[in-house]
């Protein structure tokens, strides 16, 4: 706290500026500096202040995996848009209908859930088949219910992957970064390993952050790597990285079919014009693409999609790449390709999708789990906290929530101190102020 004008007491800390300079004594400690500061022009000085008004403004960044769940955005492996986008109703009091996650009419969702018009519109379009008529009609004859369903079914292999995700006798390597990166491969349980296969389970034992590394790079870009990028993220030469790529695909084993999980480029040397080889791991089972494929699907089915979402919060375990200390080999996920910040927040939108429909459904039960899930991966979202408050009023609990819409009045920003809820969270607890004014008031029966 800085008091100004009044005697300082013996334990305060006082700052003097006179004469170009400042003095910070304390009495009690015996603390007594002249400092000189650091002197700006005054172009030095108004730079600065626009940064902090920039940091103190921000804009919201496009997530691009969400755009491409959604369908505004093709993804890379696709020459076309299978589905089509249209924005929800202008008239608030319109059901948005069977082909959107949020089938309801937005005056709903803003006055009894944590939702402005906004994020509705953002996470809850109504996704249609490419081939569908404007006023939603499949132009093949499908009725809605079963056009919703060839759409789901656009991911032929969702459920089969799901399924030996958690299948602990698969043989399928797994991968794990939705909360602390782990690696899985079938040297860890092989009963008669090879040669080859016992020396790499012992490499990757005792180097296993460098090897849950190499395999969660090389799992995340499915459409593969080359070896100087592997080079790049690793750290290594290429002969380092080529003895690496070689441990990790002995350690992961092969396929039914005898071939290795990590396919082997072309015998021999190489000619100037071949292109370069693609390290990847096909069959490789990422609860981060599991993820994304759950939400995507969920968004297909529309107002049928919510045990997709349900699912796919089942596979979130913390902050997605959570590691047990820092490493800067992963700073491609975490900074260059944004792939930590992309996921929170995809996984942050899935539980808001969730809590909103179980609130309105009255399962109190679901929508806490989902509030949970989410706190374990992003504890200091404000929309989080916006999502808590009203699920803590609807489990009977008004002091609680009172203490949660207060603490974000009291929030601490590292520069700038307590700074009040944002403007989202104020237009959610106006409109519901509004909503509660206009209802009618109840009489109980004995009031006559």
């Not at 600065?48 to 890379?76: F, M």
């Not at 296969?197 to 012992?202: H, L, P, V």
């Not at 609860?287 to 994304?292: E, G, I, P, S, V």
């Not at 929030?411 to 700038?416: A, G, I, Q």
């Amino acid at each position: 706290m800085i008091t100004l004008g009044v005697e300082p007491r013996p334990d305060d800390v006082v700052l003097e500026a006179r004469d170009s300079r400042l003095r910070v004594t304390m009495s009690e400690a015996g603390l007594d500096l002249d400092l000189v500061p650091a002197r700006m022009s005054a172009e030095e000085l108004a730079a600065c202040a626009r940064l902090v008004e920039l940091t103190r403004d921000p804009a919201d960044v496009a997530n691009p995996l969400a755009d491409t769940i959604t369908g505004r955005a093709i993804s890379d492996d696709a020459t076309e848009p299978t589905v089509r986008v249209t924005e929800r109703p202008d008239d608030a009091d319109t059901a948005a209908g069977p082909w959107s996650i949020l089938p309801g009419a937005d005056v709903e969702y803003v006055t009894k859930t944590a939702n402005i018009r906004e994020d509705l519109a953002r996470l809850a379009p109504i996704v249609q088949l490419a081939d569908a008529s404007p006023d939603g009609e499949s132009t093949r004859g499908d009725d809605d219910e079963v056009a919703r369903h060839d759409q789901a079914e656009m991911d032929a292999t969702l459920d089969q992957d799901l399924a030996d995700w958690w299948n602990q006798d698969t043989d399928r390597p797994r991968v794990e970064v939705l909360g602390t990166v782990s690696i899985w491969g079938v040297g860890d349980q092989a009963v008669s390993p090879t040669p080859a296969m016992r020396k790499a389970n012992k490499i990757v034992t005792e180097r296993r952050p460098t090897f849950t590394h190499l395999a969660a790079f090389l799992a995340l870009h499915p459409q593969g790597v080359t070896l100087e990028q592997v080079e790049l993220v690793t750290g290594g030469i290429s002969n380092d990285a080529r003895y690496r790529i070689t441990s990790l695909r002995n350690y992961l084993g092969t396929r039914p079919d005898g071939t290795p999980r990590i396919p082997l480029g072309k015998a021999g040397r190489p000619k100037a014009d071949d292109p370069p080889h693609l390290y990847r791991i096909p069959d490789a089972l990422v609860d981060a693409h599991l993820f994304r494929r759950l939400y995507q699907r969920a968004i297909r089915r529309g107002a049928d999609g919510l045990p997709d979402l349900v699912d796919a919060l089942g596979l979130v375990d913390g902050r997605p790449f959570t590691l047990a200390k820092d490493d800067p080999r992963w700073l491609w996920a975490t900074e260059g390709e944004g792939l930590a910040d992309q996921y929170t927040a995809l996984i942050g939108d899935v539980a808001h999708l969730v809590v909103t429909r179980a609130v309105l459904d009255g399962d109190l039960p679901l929508a806490r789990r989902a509030c949970e899930t989410w706190r374990a991966c992003d504890p200091a979202s404000e929309a989080l906290a916006d999502d808590d408050r009203l699920i803590t009023l609807a489990e009977g609990h008004p002091d609680q929530a009172q203490q949660i819409a207060a603490e974000l009045w009291t929030r601490n920003d590292d520069e700038t101190g307590p700074t009040g809820p944002g403007e989202r969270t104020q237009q959610i607890l106006d409109a519901q102020d509004h909503a509660r004014e206009q209802a009618p008031a109840t009489t109980r029966p004995d009031d006559g």
